[in-house]
């Protein structure tokens, strides 16, 4: 009988992947409706959330649109291609909604991707959804929001 290894085995495509998360979404939509909301309470039911560097990342867009618009003169935006994600992605939609909206949907996706993220690696692994897994995900984000303050 030949041996498996890491190189032998096929990776799946890319659709079987895309077809395997719609299924999973369309058997357990309630459970995922349900989590999400549960995840983004805190990140809405706070004023300000501090976390770590995410002033500095508000900072910055703040920024890059005065910077934009004219408003301020002697600085330039000089174009990064590492680290900047999240700060364009404030930026982008502080300019449609303004920054305090921003900053609470731009950690939302953060903590969304952390949490559904974490529960698909884990489900790949096993070839299951990790449902008994899920109370150590919330805490893995809470323990990201432990220094989040009201």
Same mark, same amino acid.
């Given at each position: 009988?030949?041996?498996?290894?890491?190189?032998?085995?096929?990776?799946?495509?890319?659709?079987?992947?895309?077809?395997?998360?719609?299924?999973?979404?369309?058997?357990?939509?309630?459970?995922?409706?349900?989590?999400?909301?549960?995840?983004?309470?805190?990140?809405?039911?706070?004023?300000?959330?501090?976390?770590?560097?995410?002033?500095?990342?508000?900072?910055?867009?703040?920024?890059?649109?005065?910077?934009?618009?004219?408003? /301020?003169?002697? +600085? @330039?935006?000089?174009?990064?291609?590492?680290? *900047?994600?999240?700060? %364009?992605? $404030? !930026?982008? /939609?502080?300019? +449609? @909604?303004?920054?305090?909206?921003?900053?609470? *949907?731009?950690?939302? %996706?953060? $903590? !969304?991707?952390?949490?559904?993220?974490?529960?698909?690696?884990?489900?790949?692994?096993?070839?299951?959804?990790?449902?008994? !897994?899920?109370?150590?995900?919330?805490?893995?984000?809470?323990?990201?929001?432990?220094?989040?303050?009201?």
């Amino acid at each position: 009988m030949p041996q498996l290894t890491a190189d032998s085995m096929p990776l799946p495509s890319r659709e079987l992947v895309i077809v395997s998360a719609l299924r999973f979404l369309r058997t357990n939509a309630f459970a995922f409706l349900g989590l999400s909301i549960l995840l983004l309470v805190p990140c809405f039911w706070h004023t300000h959330i501090q976390a770590g560097d995410l002033g500095s990342h508000i900072y910055n867009a703040w920024l890059a649109q005065l910077v934009e618009r004219h408003q /301020i003169s002697g +600085l @330039l935006v000089i174009p990064q291609w590492n680290n *900047v994600l999240f700060d %364009l992605i $404030v !930026l982008h /939609i502080a300019n +449609l @909604l303004g920054f305090l909206a921003a900053e609470k *949907v731009a950690v939302s %996706l953060v $903590v !969304l991707i952390l949490f559904w993220g974490s529960f698909s690696f884990v489900a790949g692994l096993s070839g299951r959804p990790p449902w008994l !897994l899920t109370p150590f995900f919330l805490l893995l984000r809470t323990a990201m929001r432990s220094t989040w303050a009201s």
